[in-house]
């Protein structure tokens, strides 16, 4: 596995379980120093115990030497990062072709390259194009990776799909074969061309990151005609053609994924002169959708927020992560600040980097010392911790309002406790 990020790490450390033997290789030193004395350098559930597990087993090993690692293995993944370019929308695939380079250099034996990493339609013609020198000793496929962070390691036990993309039809009866632990048990196996495969993992994201943005845009709607938006979720959801995942009305998406790949799904459409019109409208709508709530904040407590004391339940994207990339967080609290206000925030995953040269944010590590004295109370992560507090308990302020990002509270209830509550989609009961 190149590259110990989430996706060759928690890749690397499931196929280690299921009795493979795996090495993972990355050129940061300190990472692997780390990951070599058995600590993850992210925060999934269960991961650290898995890599104590296949470490002492010795099925699963960490290492900077990328000559061993790819000569002596039969399967290389390719799991670096493909952010997008600096003021751009365009992928920046730079690690995967100083990847696929090495690859070539070191490879001296017959190997197959597969790509985890989320690339452009057409990226494996182009990693052909690199290792074309020795082309018989390699097969490119592509096998995209659907792990949601918090639930990675389910999600590879029991995926809803294998997607396996070639164009030669011998390396399906490999990839079966590895994945046959799954397979065995159920998991659907999926077979197509190779941009096929690179293209089904692009669509996915984008359909998700639709159907978040569609009911966040609903979700205003509601709110002004008075209706509340988790009944319409739960109305549609019931169709079978429309399903009720996805259609949770709250902050603007994030992640490591749908945020890159709606962007580079449109600009691989770009290069084909296609116009993806309603993908454009998905990545425009969520841009929005950060500033709407954080002009909410303002209705909340009016527009001086001038020594306004402001308490963050959660700044991650999600719960069971410790990911902060594109988190509405990240442009909340540095605008309440700016503002006047002074924000503590409290998240599970610990203090977030992100925040620390930020005048008047501080971090707090339980949820009673972050809320005392809070004029609002805002929920932005739904992590289990947040879903059952007393607020009139640990909140010292009479006249404190909850925000409430998730609607993980009931608005009645919060009215019976006299809090004034603001939520997402739902009638104002204030």
Known sequence: M????????VSGVCFADIGNQV?????????IDKLNSGISPIYEPGLDELIKKNF???RLSFTTNIDKAISTSDIIFICVGTPTRKGSIKVDLSFVYKCTREILK?????KIIVTKSTVP???GDEIEKIVKKKKKLFTVISNPEFLREGEAIRDFRYPDRIVIGSNEKKAFSIMNKLYAPLTNKGSKFFTTSRRGAELIKYASNAFLATKITFINELANLC???GVNVEDISLGMGSDNRIGGRFLRAGPAYGGSCFPKDTKGLVSAAEKYKINLSVVKSVIKSNQQRVN????????ILGSNLKNKKISFLGVTFKPNTDDMRDSTSLKMIP???KKGAKVNYYDPSGEKKEFRKIKNCNYTNNIKSNCIGADLVVLLTEWDEFKSIDFKKIVKNSKFKVYDLRNLYSAEEMKKNKIKYYSVGRPNTN
Do not use: F, M, P
């Open 2 to 9: 190149i590259g110990t990020g989430y996706v060759g790490l």
């Open 23 to 31: 090495v993972c290789v990355d050129k940061d030193k300190n990472k």
């Open 56 to 58: 002492i087993a010795k």
């Open 106 to 110: 070191y490879s001296k034996r017959k």
């Open 121 to 123: 339609v057409g990226t």
């Open 223 to 225: 709110e002004k005609s």
């Open 292 to 299: 709407l709530l954080t002009k909410r904040v303002h209705k």
């Open 335 to 337: 605008y309440l600040c």
